[in-house]
């Protein structure tokens, strides 16, 4: 309130009637005001009685509805905001990949039906972890799931082990669809040089331990190593010395305890290399049902290069291992070396190439070459799709050529053919990009000479596989 100091010293000059009326008029004054300060506490005290309260409710103020949607929105944010938090670092990746395939009657094991049709899902789930830090030191959890059904098309005797590598089930059987612990593995990075700085490192030593599928980490293919997207037969999916030959020894499914030691230099991006060096259980050390000595051990080099400005990779590797099985199911050790290259050539061209030689062991094939390529469909308007075509021969090795006809390998009481020269077997796929998650994609494969068996006529499968990718 503001008061009139010279109209009120005005009035009491006038006279006692003047001042008691304005006496009166500031009384009312005071009365309006008092009124006033009470009004504003009731609604003080009727707001810290909503407020003290998270509900809603058509009753309150509407300054009350607004400060609570605020202060929701508020805590939903920091809510998100911790959840982020937690969650930096983790990574999912599923797969589900369906097959359905055809082979011609030439193609069956004795007294088989006149053609066999099968059909086969498998689901992969990964989960990437962080590790922990020790300093500039960083560890990574890497876990994988893996279920399914269906064992795929059987096929007379041939050197390359399937023509459906998504082909998985478990012992228990088909009527079970069980997942098992594929991988679970930790792994360490530290950058060198050992200054503290991360921003400067171009070099690093990853060492890796636990349940490992080691072609994650050796005989890598950019055009040739993912049967749930590429090729699907086994001798162009990894090495067949190593794969189809068996040379490898892990579990039913292909995986083996390990430990790798990794060296990456990256000073020039365009001629990046590295050094990797693996030691695996083998037989009965792969499923941790028997001693882990004589191991599976890989050492590989590797290299990007560039060709007229394109990228390429190239890589070069020895393997040995003291538990390799032969032909003859006598255990003794193996050992070879192999190439993995690929490189583009245009820039929608990728070519690739293998190369198995083995060294040592008794083994039904001891020469394996396998080539292709793979067109992505720019060229006509399908950027997101694919065709990929490859070729490989395997040859019979001398031992199994001399030794084939006085043995029964397939167990129908009958000795084998006698093997010599070469399995040669040809895929051509094409991959076409329904959506963003889902791809089909047509196949075809053939095999002449299978296992090495001049007179046995030539093995044709056909199929279709769909896969569902997040």
Do not use: C
Not at 133 to 154: A, S, Y
Not at 431 to 446: I, K, M, Y
């Amino acid at each position: 309130m503001q008061l009139k100091p010279i109209a009120l010293a005005a009035a009491l000059v006038a006279g006692p009637a003047a001042a008691s009326d304005d006496m009166k008029a500031v009384l009312a004054e005071m009365k309006r005001l008092a009124d006033r300060v009470e009004a504003l506490e009731k609604q003080n005290k009727e707001l810290e009685k909503s407020l003290a309260s998270e509900r809603l409710s058509e009753k309150e103020p509407e300054i009350v509805t607004r400060l609570k949607a605020v202060e929701f929105q508020t805590l939903s944010m920091q809510k998100q905001a911790r959840q982020i938090e937690a969650l930096e670092g983790i990574s999912v990746g599923a797969s589900l990949t369906a097959v359905g395939q055809r082979a011609s009657r030439d193609g069956l094991p004795a007294g088989a039906a006149s053609r066999q049709s099968r059909a086969n899902y498998r689901g992969d789930v990964s989960v990437t972890l962080p590790g922990g830090e020790m300093g500039d030191i960083e560890g990574k959890i890497f876990t994988h799931f893996r279920f399914g059904q269906g064992n795929g098309v059987g096929l007379r005797p041939t050197y390359t082990s399937t023509p459906n590598t998504t082909a998985f089930e478990t012992n228990a059987g088909p009527d079970d669809s069980f997942a098992i612990l594929a991988q679970a593995w930790y792994q360490l990075t530290v950058p060198l040089p050992r200054d503290g700085l991360k921003a400067n490192s171009k070099e690093h030593i990853h060492l890796t331990a636990g349940k490992i599928d080691s072609f994650v980490f050796f005989d890598q293919n950019a055009a040739a190593d993912d049967e749930s997207t590429k090729f699907l037969n086994n001798a162009f999916v990894h090495n067949p010395l190593l794969d189809s030959g068996g040379d490898i020894r892990a579990d039913a499914y292909g995986f083996a305890p390990g430990a790798i030691f990794q060296y990456v230099n990256e000073r020039n991006k365009d001629t990046a290399w590295g050094l990797s060096l693996g030691a695996f259980g083998s037989g009965p050390g792969s499923n941790f049902s028997g001693s882990l000595g004589k191991p599976y051990i890989i050492a590989q080099a590797d290299t990007t290069w560039r060709w007229n400005h394109l990228p390429g990779n190239y890589r070069a590797y020895l393997w040995t291992n003291g538990r390799g099985l032969g032909y003859d199911g006598i255990e003794r050790r193996h050992s070879g070396f192999g190439l993995s290259i690929d490189q583009k050539v245009a820039d929608y061209v990728t070519l690739f190439g293998r190369y198995g030689h083995q060294g040592a062991g008794q083994v039904r094939f001891d020469r394996a070459l396998t080539v292709g390529a793979e067109i992505a469909g720019n060229a006509w308007g399908r950027g997101a799709d694919s065709l990929g075509a490859a070729f490989g021969v395997l040859r019979t090795s001398s031992d199994y050529r001399r030794d084939s006809a006085t043995l029964d390998l397939d167990g129908d009481g009958v000795l084998d053919p006698r093997a010599s020269g070469t399995e040669r077997i040809g895929e051509i796929y094409y991959r076409f990009r329904v959506n963003s998650l889902l791809e089909l994609t047509p196949d075809f494969q053939f095999i002449q000479r299978p296992g090495g068996d001049g007179g046995a006529p030539t093995i044709k499968v056909v199929g279709l596989r769909a896969r569902l990718g997040f």
